[in-house]
């Protein structure tokens, strides 16, 4: 049991000494300043309503099974026109 807490004793030294770094660096207070600023410039954007959101997600799906649609035919048709020439 006892080397749990060794393991643990280093961790916390680790983490702590990383932190301490990174403090002394001023990097913290970078992210932090990052943070806020990222908080403040969301609320200016303008979020869509619930039915815009359900009317995109659908046009998305959509899109996806034509893709899909798509790919899987002509993967059928490369495949045959390769087992033909071979």
Request: proline share 1%; hydrophobic share 60%; with cysteine.
């Amino acid at each position: 049991m006892s080397n749990w807490y060794v393991k643990l004793l280093i961790w916390v030294v680790v983490i702590g000494g990383v932190f301490a770094f990174l403090w002394r660096k001023g990097y913290l207070l970078k992210l932090t300043l990052y943070v806020r600023e990222t908080q403040e410039e969301l609320k200016k954007c303008s979020w869509p309503s619930l039915e815009e959101l359900k009317g995109s997600t659908v046009v998305v799906m959509v899109a996806m099974a034509l893709m899909a649609a798509f790919t899987i035919v002509a993967d059928l048709v490369v495949s045959r026109l390769i087992g033909l020439m071979l």
